[in-house]
């Protein structure tokens, strides 16, 4: 491992954290993010169950992405086994290279070095998806503290209250968990080192313009224009 490798992992940490930051609330590109128009609907999704006197489709939702959070949680441990059981097996997965048609020819230190990054870069993703299952979960408790939807006749703003409290939980557990499924998205790219740090530079900076795609100019993006501008994101 030399100098080249490690500008190739500060280009990637630049690009993975560079893009974290255009999700933020602000605006970036001069467009707005489809996470940040998610959110929108978030907020107005709670707004609207508020009203309801039955509940039970939106306690579906909620069940739906507290479970989806766990789903990758368990497989981020899995990916960590991996990771391990590749530490245990480096001269063999060495040899493997030796028979490729190109030159790969890392030392088993510099491949170890790689692994452990590669198990850092999943273990990250864990804590973000445990947090967010967590979050989900304290936002069904918020989401069972909204008042009945009478209450709307009396006191409105209490009503509307409780509702953004529990969306703004909502909300922040959908930041942990995008920000733990970017960090997947960005361990494909990481597997890139293993063939060299120009792979890495190229890897990381093809899966940052998915990345950016998606959010900002996707039909997705564009399906997500908020209804009510009025609502704030």
């Known amino acids: 491992m030399g100098i080249t490798d490690i500008l190739a992992v500060l280009w990637f940490l630049a ?18 993010s489809l996470s940040q128009r998610m959110n929108t609907h978030r907020r107005a999704w709670f707004r609207m169950a508020a ?21 990758f949680a368990s497989t981020t441990i899995f990916a960590i086994g991996g990771c391990f059981a590749l530490l245990g097996a480096t ?17 088993p230190v510099a491949f170890e070095i790689k692994v452990i990054g590669l198990t850092g870069i999943f273990a990250y993703a864990f804590f973000k998806f445990g947090w967010a299952y967590r979050l989900f979960n304290y936002s069904s408790i918020l ?7 009478k209450v709307a006749e009396t006191e409105p703003d209490a009503l509307d209250a409780a509702a953004d409290r529990a969306a ?6 959908g930041q942990s968990f995008n920000a733990g499924l970017r960090t997947i998205f960005m361990a494909i790219g ?3 080192w293993f063939a060299g740090p120009l792979v890495l530079m190229a ?16 039909p997705a993006q564009d399906a997500a ?3 009510e501008p009025g609502i704030r994101p």
Request: charged residues 15%.
């Open 168 to 173: 703004d939980m909502n909300i922040l557990a």
């Open 51 to 71: 009203q309801r006197d039955l509940r039970m489709i939106d306690t579906a939702i909620l069940n739906g992405l507290q479970n989806g959070t766990a789903f």
């Open 190 to 192: 990481y597997l890139g």
């Open 15 to 32: 690009l993975w954290s560079g893009f974290s930051q255009t999700t933020q609330p602000w605006h970036a590109l001069g467009r707005t």
């Open 91 to 107: 001269e063999e997965v060495l040899g493997v290279f030796r028979t490729l048609p190109f030159e790969i020819e890392p030392s």
């Open 143 to 149: 989401f069972g503290a909204i008042p009945p939807a």
């Open 203 to 218: 890897t990381s900076l093809l899966v940052i313009a998915v990345l950016v795609r998606r959010q900002f100019y996707s």
């Open 225 to 227: 224009i908020p209804l």
